[in-house]
């Protein structure tokens, strides 16, 4: 990794780049930098930190924030009064490691490189569009990036939410979305996607800081259109959060307060005093975004974001280079890491005949000795986690009473136990107090626990020898308003881990073999995909579909939003699919059995019908699951029983046709039909798009085409914004309903009538229209067999539930298991493609590697125990534990590679034979009992 590194150039052709970097000078060696910070207390100079979003000063000798990496201090040239005027060096001679050195010298280098991937990221929004808000004039008007760094535990108010003008907290507080988003005075008329979420996460935090605080959110349409976030707003709503639709016009100063005027859809004029007020503010493309097409000679849209294609949205204008990120459009975490994934897989694929070469292994120390009978030397380490916990737990409490503890040999608090200079504290002391059991009092382990136990390798220590305990989500977080109680709860949960602690013992590491081989469960565009990159990386795939043929729900599709047509895309990905020596593609099959654990699966496949129907055992490594959706029909405005009432794919069929009248003359458009809180709870997220895709085919095919579109809120988020723009300026009409007076259809003669409120003159409306189009939401298809057969996790909406929405959004619980496309939930083609390219990387891991590690926390049987009763074997849900003939008598046997540590097996044997790593009955009484010693706490 190279920070401080300017790209300059780039040369060749994909496989054979060169890339020139300019590594500007830190004037601080990394290497012999200990943080201490000293450096940074004796400078002199102060000035504006931008990492504060300009909220707080700082000196020119600083780390970026406190988890940067890396976590090393720099000198700033810009503000450095040596640099600048050859004056000071007071740094000098107060670094205790020498680790400053004014002689550093910019240096170029030569890179060469098989590929590029493009992501710096975005930009940010100029601030005269911010002026009108009185933004730079009003202390107490700021963007929500500011806003932001105002309630980090790293920021300038630790926290803490205060007006600048005078320090007070806040009582009344107004979000203004679309602020430099959906905005052709400022040039971008594109929806930057993002900010209706971000604005409703940080009034939700805002409201745990102060729950007595009035918000109202100010929007135009709220576009929580991701994978379960309408919760978001129903949760924010529950706890009195406003959203006001309204167009905002200024915010002006008054008296010492900030007061709002806006227009509401009724043509209301209203005026509203705030204390503060945060400015949504969109994402920009890079400020450098130009100078970076021209090195590398890729095409930008309109909006100066990298241009890409539909059907292959990460690859650029330039072969060898693909785009990752905000840089390929605004999007949020999970859209930018899923992207990450996918990116890495073309790549992969073009490096392939270079795989294994220039690489280098991580090498660990030698590992610690542990005994059974050696003192147990335990440290505590508690984390504040920003002020996630410290805002309501005492955390230097809690260290201190760890300290009276016995067998804790050191203990201290961390501000982010999980940043790097955190992780190099710990490995610092347990070398230096010989600490052979570590405690970590943080946040949850399900992210990072595989962080802390690495850190243990590092420091030569068996990962296993690890305890952590979940103070945030367990006590902070649920005892927000306790705090009292809350740091009595963390002190036992402290108190039961240090008691654990004592007894966990090292365990094995183990790997096993991978079969070089992925199956892929539906072929859709997603399961097409997939199969197509993993074979582009050389490795073999089976696509079984349960349909005739391949193809899924492409098959009903015709052009884009863009206007590229599907049905030709769709015959070259068939063919391809086809053509390819690495996949084995599997018609009316479905899996009816799987066993066996990541790298060593066995499915069966049954394929035909009837007589004709077969079963064969297929061996492989990974699976993918990408069984599709379909669209939900509800039993709500006719549909079904008039042919003048249909649905948007039914509608793009029509226009697809010949017939001279398949564009009607007039149309009404229903959106959320069936969705949000009807017969779906959520948003399907093309939706929106799939109606203006038809508009704009109507109004191609007949100009004088009269459409209203019923709405609750347009989410044409991206630049599907452009779209909606183009659509209003051909005359399209767009109402906007509330849920609880929503459109009626009823069947008069031949003839529908539609009848609604129309909210902006405020009357009733009915009409008798051509034609009704219903914009209905997906549904998984049948993801219910699939999850019990592969024990996977689903959401309360039936799709696949992923590892983690951020850190892990295409794996599943299951090792080894994978999802994408329309089985993990609703998302337009393009994404899925992406999702799909995301999963082939992810699944490509192991079958590069050639081998698993297997966790070692899994059972195991003393067999002098085990009476040979069986019936561990059949609660089992894995598949786990087989009888053998031992000395001629029946005993149970661990599959270790199989076992996913559930502890059913161990919690019903009769006999105790069965215990768990890591979840011994010794380990287990033990912090039972000491949950009852309460102590002096």
């Known amino acids: 990794m190279l920070t401080n590194a300017d790209f300059l150039a780039l040369e060749g052709t994909a496989g054979n780049f060169t890339a020139t970097i300019n590594l500007r000078p830190r004037y601080i060696d990394a290497d012999a930098c200990t943080a201490c910070g000293l450096c940074t207390q004796y400078c002199p100079k102060h000035h504006v930190d931008p990492y504060n979003e300009g909220l707080a000063i700082t000196r020119p000798i600083h780390i970026d924030y406190a988890q940067a990496v890396p976590a090393t201090y720099y000198i700033d040239p810009s503000s450095c009064l040596f640099l600048q005027h050859e004056t000071c060096q007071i740094c000098v001679p107060v670094c205790q490691s020498h680790a400053i050195n004014f002689k550093q010298q910019p240096e170029e280098r030569k890179l060469h490189v098989g590929a590029v991937i493009l992501s710096p990221g975005f930009g940010k ?21 500011e806003f932001e760094r105002m309630t980090t535990a790293s920021g300038p108010f630790q926290g803490e939410v205060k007006c600048f003008s005078d320090g007070r907290h806040p009582k009344r507080m107004a979000f203004i979305q679309c602020v430099g988003s959906r905005d052709i005075g400022c040039n971008n008329g594109y ?28 929007y135009m349409d709220i576009r929580t259109q991701g994978k379960d976030f309408d919760a978001a707003r129903e949760r924010a709503e529950a706890i009195g959060i406003k959203f006001v639709r309204a167009k905002v016009a200024d915010v002006t100063p008054w008296e010492n307060r900030l007061q709002l005027t806006y227009a509401t859809l009724d043509g209301q004029h209203k005026f509203e005093p705030f204390d503060l007020v945060v400015l949504s503010v969109g994402l920009e493309s890079p400020k450098d975004a130009q100078k970076i097409a021209d090195i590398t000679k890729i095409g930008l849209n309109k909006y100066d974001f990298c241009a ?31 992207q990450s994934s996918a990116a890495a897989s073309l790549t992969a694929a073009t490096l392939k005949k270079v795989r294994g070469k220039g690489v280098e292994l991580k090498t660990y120390p030698e590992e610690q000795k542990v005994a059974e009978d050696d003192e147990a030397r335990i440290g505590v380490f508690v984390c504040h986690c920003g002020i996630n916990i410290s805002s309501v737990v005492d955390v230097a409490a809690v260290a201190n009473y760890a ?92 108190r039961m881990a240090v008691s654990k602690a004592r007894h966990i013992q090292a ?94 699966f066995a499915s069966v496949i049954a394929s035909g019908s009837g007589k004709d129907k077969t079963e064969q055992t297929v061996d492989h490594g990974v699976i993918i699951v990408a069984t599709g959706g379909r669209e939900h029909r509800p039993d709500k405005y006719l549909l079904g029983k008039s042919k003048k009432v249909v649905t948007q794919q039914e509608l793009e069929k029509q226009l697809a046709g010949k017939a001279k009248t398949r564009a009607p003359g007039s149309i009404v458009m229903i959106q959320c039909a069936g969705s949000r809180g009807d017969d779906l709870n959520y948003c399907s997220k093309v939706c929106c798009n799939h109606a203006l895709k038809n508009i704009l085919k109507v109004k191609e095919i007949n100009p004088d085409s009269q459409i209203i579109v ?214 287990l009484i033990s912090q039972i009992e000491a949950f009852g010693a309460t102590g002096d706490r």
Not at 127 to 134: G, R, V
């Open 403 to 494: 300290g009276d503890m016995k067998n804790v040999t050191y203990y201290t608090e961390n501000l982010y136990s999980c940043s790097q200079d955190a992780q190099e504290v710990i490995k610092k002391k347990i070398k230096e107090h010989k600490l052979n059991r570590v405690v970590i009092a943080a946040c949850s382990p399900r992210t990072h626990e595989p962080l802390f136990q690495e850190t243990l390798r590092d420091a030569g220590l068996n990962r296993n020898l690890f305890e952590m305990v979940n103070i945030r989500d367990q006590c902070s977080w649920v005892h927000a308003g306790e705090p009292e109680l809350a740091t009595v709860k963390s002190k036992d949960l402290v």
């Open 710 to 923: 019923l709405y609750r809120d347009m989410r044409t988020y991206g630049f599907a914004e452009d779209a909606y723009t183009e659509a209003r300026k051909m005359g399209v009409v767009f109402i906007p309903y509330e849920v609880d007076r929503k459109p009626e259809v009823t069947q008069k003669g031949a003839k529908v009538q539609v009848r609604f409120f129309d909210s902006i003159m405020q009357e009733e409306v009915t009409m008798s229209p051509d034609l009704v189009a219903l914009s209905v939401g997906i549904v998984p298809d049948d993801t219910d067999t699939l999850s019990k057969l592969l024990k996977l996790p689903v959401t309360a909406n039936k799709f696949f539930l992923e590892a983690h929405v951020k850190l892990r959004p295409v794996e599943l619980s299951v090792s080894g298991v994978y999802v994408c496309g329309l089985a993990h939930g609703p998302k337009p083609v393009d994404e899925t493609i992406v999702q799909a390219q995301a999963a082939a990387a992810k699944a490509a891991i192991p079958l590069v590697k050639g081998y698993v590690k297997v966790d070692p926390i899994v059972s195991s049987v003393q067999q002098d125990k085990c009476i040979g009763c069986g019936l561990c074997v059949s609660l089992c849900p894995y598949g786990a534990i087989v009888m053998q003939k031992v000395d001629g008598k029946r005993k149970a046997e661990t599959v270790s590679a199989s076992c996913k540590a559930c502890g059913i097996c161990a919690a019903h044997c009769p006999t105790f034979a069965i215990s768990m790593g890591g979840f011994t009955n010794e380990q």
């Open 191 to 218: 929806c930057s996607s993002v900010c209706c979420m971000y604005a409703i996460k940080e009034a939700l935090v805002t409201k745990e800081h102060d729950p007595e605080v009035d918000i109202t959110i100010y």
């Open 507 to 600: 365990l094995p590491e183990q790997t096993v073999p991978v079969t070089p081989k992925a199956l892929v469960v539906g072929a859709g565009v997603a399961g097409m995909t997939a199969a197509l990159n993993l074979a582009e990386q050389g490795f073999a795939s089976v696509l079984i579909e349960k349909g005739e043929s391949i193809g899924g729900n492409l098959k009903n599709l015709h052009h884009t939003l863009a206007g590229d047509e599907v049905q030709s895309h769709l015959k070259t990905l068939v063919d391809k699919v086809k053509q390819s020596k690495n996949i084995d593609v599997i018609c009316n099959a479905e899996l009816v059995q799987t066993a066996g654990f990541i790298g060593n």
């Open 308 to 338: 890409t294609n539909g059907f292959n949205p990460l690859q650029t204008s330039q072969e060898g280079i693909v785009v990752a990120g905000a840089f390929q459009g605004p999007k949020d975490i999970p859209e930018s890491v899923t």
């Open 125 to 145: 929004i100029d601030p005269k569009t911010l002026a009108k808000f009185s933004y730079g004039k009003h202390p107490d008007v700021v963007t929500a990036f």
